[in-house]
């Protein structure tokens, strides 16, 4: 990703955080999106370039225009990656692009002695649930919440 597609990420992201952690963790909307600016700029201080994270603009074929974002932060020395974020734009979904990026990514990893991907989905996503299934991924645990303190 260059810098200058940074911005329209930024637009694509950081709603869509907010409305998961709204739905997720019962706050409110504005509270949601003040995290989720705060998350970002906590985790990407310097956008696509910050240090030990890889932010991509997903294409089709001939095409410069972005149909999706991938962030995966890679950890030579586990040599594993964790995906942070994968989005393909709803006018491209349910046309293979998803699968294929993974597929890519999988591949690139693997080249380079990567072992294992990783990453986090919502529970209610099942479409990237499907994917990722379809994909090989297996699931390894459960996240859980409880609000506490509140009357």
Not at 107 to 116: K, P, V
Request: hydrophobic residues 40%.
């Amino acid at each position: 990703m260059r810098s200058a597609e940074f911005p329209a990420y930024l637009d694509y992201f950081i709603p869509e955080y907010a409305a998961e952690i709204s739905a997720n963790y019962g706050v409110s909307d504005t509270a949601a999106l003040a995290q989720a600016r705060r998350e970002i700029a906590d985790d990407l201080p310097d956008g696509p370039d910050t240090h030990g994270q890889v932010l991509l603009c997903i294409t089709a074929d001939g095409d410069d225009d972005a149909i999706g974002y991938l962030w995966y932060h890679p950890d030579k020395d586990l040599r594993l990656a964790f995906i942070s974020d994968f989005h393909i734009l709803a006018a491209h979904q349910g046309k293979g692009f998803g699968t294929r990026a993974l597929s890519a990514l999988e591949a690139a990893l693997s080249d380079a002695g990567f072992e294992q991907i990783r990453l986090r989905v919502a529970a209610d996503n099942q479409r990237a649930q499907h994917i990722y299934r379809t994909g090989g991924f297996r699931v390894t645990g459960v996240n859980m919440s409880k609000q506490i303190g509140k009357a």
